[in-house]
């Protein structure tokens, strides 16, 4: 009698959904909305969470503040540039007229050791002029830099949903403070998992994984459904 022998390997696992997306705070504060709860369908850019801005705000501004005064530094030092060259050209002409002077002997050693310094001067100050707007830039950039940062912070007060789906777990309510960080990963507020598409994750024991191939059929049973099995 010949008969076909089905080898069999049981294990035990759970259901989840293929895509899970896990909602974390990227900056830190209360909770003042939460317009969502457990078992609410969302669609792909509602509103999640918002956490409380005000610091955020106030930073921003701060930053709005130093920059504006970095824009007023730079147009100073402009303004100390187109001085500083104008009192050099005039310099530069007093000391040649002075020197034409001194070789015909008109004028002392002195007086003309006196235009020479001034004429030196006025270069120096026209270098410090140049120096003073790269200083100036430097810090606009700097300022500008501060104030990206401080949009985005107050930007990721501010939690959508990055996908449409089911709001699976939620483990904060209003009222509640968060931690985050935009250098690792924050506290978890929610999830949104999308359950149209489930699968089942299985631990299969090292001795059982050996009979198991690509390919082989899996018999699924779930106990919220008794009376079914999914293959």
């Known amino acids: 009698l010949i008969r076909r022998i089905v080898e069999t390997v049981s294990a035990s696992g759970k ?14 504060g209360q909770i003042v909305e939460l317009p969502v709860k457990e078992g609410d369908i969302v669609q792909q850019g509602d ?23 970095a824009r007023s530094n730079l147009a100073s030092s402009k303004a100390r540039k187109a001085q500083a060259e104008a009192q050099f050209i005039a310099a530069d002409q007093s000391f040649k007229r002075n020197k034409k002077l001194h070789e015909e002997g008109v004028i002392s050693q002195a007086e003309f050791d006196q235009a020479t310094s001034a004429f030196e001067i006025a270069k120096a100050d026209v270098i410090a002029a140049e120096e003073g707007i790269n200083s100036a830039e430097f810090a606009i950039r700097s300022a500008q830099a501060s104030r990206n940062e401080a949009v985005d912070n107050l930007k990721r007060t501010t939690l959508i949903a990055p996908q449409s789906g089911t709001v699976t777990a939620l483990t904060k309510e209003v009222g509640e403070s968060v931690l985050g960080t935009s250098m690792m990963q924050g506290e978890e507020i ?42």
């Open 15 to 28: 259901i989840q959904p293929e895509i899970e997306v896990k909602i974390t705070a990227e900056v830190s």
């Open 190 to 231: 929610m999830k949104v998992s999308d359950l149209r598409n489930m699968e089942v994750n299985v631990e299969v024991n090292e001795s059982d994984i050996v009979r198991v191939a690509l390919g082989d059929t899996a018999m699924i049973e779930v106990d919220a459904y008794r009376e079914e099995i999914f293959k």
């Open 47 to 69: 509103l999640l969470v918002r956490i409380n801005p005000d610091i955020y705000n106030s930073a921003l501004n701060r930053t709005d503040a130093a920059l504006n005064t």
